[in-house]
């Protein structure tokens, strides 16, 4: 007799804080009338049939029947379809969820991503399917259900599209402190203040003070500055650009400032740093 036993109990104790907001299919029917906006929750588009194209983050993108558009929270969106071949698609509304798109051809990470299914298509449109009867019959315990069939879809997207699912409360932002936080993570190699920030908000720089530190833990210039010694780190250990280089390129007025600032954050000098990392890569 041959027995093959697999323990699963340890293997992922991750809690799933996200919420099934709705779903619903649209279908172009020569009312069409969507305007850019913007959701606190992610969305995920699966183009059923036809053609259209998404306008988000001031970026065209064509899809057809078949492509999965992800758009994460706070990212200003709209969809048109093609007259000649109108779009129909399923969309699914999902509250305390992101994705991280991340590229290594991407300098700054976007936040929308899609994918061509093509012949791999059943499994979402199965899980969709059982999603929309459960959400139209409405039996008793239908809502367990639907948040159950759409974790193991997620878990299908994330392994074929080689995402990573992202359920902290860093996406549970207000709006203002989402752009803030997108603005100091793409720009953070330039001159950013307190100030310029609540100018790019359009709200009083305490209040985004109070706020942000409120949403994501940290002032908005502690946030800055971490994200300009993580952008450090990695160029200690990949790059030969010198120490003054590597300041400079993130946004620091000094060297010697840099340097004060990275001993004190990570508890060693930059030159200590690219040693040791440096080193254990080689090794690797």
């Not at 809502?143 to 996406?171: D, M, P, W």
């Not at 940290?218 to 450090?232: F, K, M, V």
């Amino acid at each position: 007799m041959s027995n093959e036993f697999i323990n699963l109990g340890s293997a992922n104790n991750d809690k799933t804080d996200f919420q099934l907001r709705y779903i619903s299919i649209s279908k172009y029917e020569g009312d069409w009338h969507s305007l850019p906006h913007t959701h606190q929750f992610s969305e995920l588009f699966y183009v059923l049939r036809g053609e259209g194209v998404f306008y988000i983050e001031d970026e065209k993108v064509s899809v057809k029947t078949d492509d999965l558009m992800i758009i994460n929270p706070y990212v200003e969106h709209t969809e048109k379809t093609l007259s000649n071949n109108p779009m129909e698609y399923i969309v699914f509304g999902v509250e305390g969820l992101a994705f991280s798109f991340i590229h290594p051809d991407q300098e700054n990470p976007k936040g929308y991503s899609y994918y061509s299914y093509g012949s791999d298509k059943n499994q979402f449109i199965n899980f969709a399917q059982l999603m929309m009867h459960e959400f139209q019959d409405k039996k008793p315990g239908f809502e367990k259900v639907c948040h159950g069939l759409l974790e193991v879809l997620l878990v299908y997207i994330s392994r074929k599209q080689n995402l990573s699912v992202i359920t902290n409360s860093s996406f549970q932002l207000s709006k203002e402190c989402a752009l803030a936080k997108r603005y100091i993570d793409i720009n953070y190699s330039k001159n950013i203040t307190l100030d310029s920030l609540a100018e790019i908000t359009h709200i009083n720089k305490f209040y985004l003070a109070h706020s942000f530190t409120e949403c994501i833990g940290q002032s908005p210039i502690n946030y800055l500055t971490d994200r300009r010694i993580e952008a450090c780190k990695e160029l200690l250990t990949t790059s030969n650009f010198s120490v003054t280089q590597i300041a400079s390129s993130a946004g620091f007025s000094s060297q010697s400032y840099f340097s004060q600032i990275f001993n004190k954050k990570v508890g060693m000098s930059p030159r200590q740093y690219r040693k040791l990392y440096s080193n254990k890569k080689e090794l690797e």
